[in-house]
């Protein structure tokens, strides 16, 4: 077995890596969804199914979120040091993407509101039924 030396970067590349991922799965996995309801470019049969498609997509996006900004602790963890312009980077990478993060957050938090206003005048059991 060799030794392997201890990269200071070691955190700040995890950072980048996560908060890449993270970024990707929104941009290619989320916002589709969130600008198809937005758009209302949708079949009414598919409305439910995208709805509930978008709460499952919610829920994840948290537990990425989560992975991120764990990375991001890590970061600021003691013993750091390391590249100072590779550390700045991966902080910037960082809020940037929770930028992103913030405002896809609040676009589906209007989607699914405006659809609880239109749940309180069905039956419950229809809410994402497909005909």
């Not at 589709?32 to 919610?58: K, M």
């Not at 990375?71 to 993407?97: C, F, I, N, Q, T």
Request: one cysteine or more; charged letters at 25%.
């Amino acid at each position: 077995m060799t030794n392997r030396p201890n990269f200071p970067q070691t955190a700040d590349i995890c950072l980048l890596l996560r908060a890449h991922g993270e970024q990707r799965w929104l941009i290619y996995e989320v916002v589709p969804v969130v600008r198809q309801l937005e758009q209302r470019s949708l079949p009414e049969d598919q409305l439910g199914a995208a709805l509930a498609y978008l709460e499952a997509l919610q829920i994840e996006a948290r537990l990425r979120a989560a992975e991120t900004d764990a990375a991001y602790a890590e970061l600021h963890a003691p013993g750091g040091g390391g590249d100072v312009s590779l550390h700045e980077k991966a902080r910037r990478y960082h809020s940037a993407v929770r930028r992103l993060r913030y405002a896809l957050a609040q676009r589906i938090d209007r989607l699914l509101a405006a659809d609880s206003e239109v749940e309180a005048y069905e039956p419950a059991f229809g809410r994402y039924a497909s005909s």
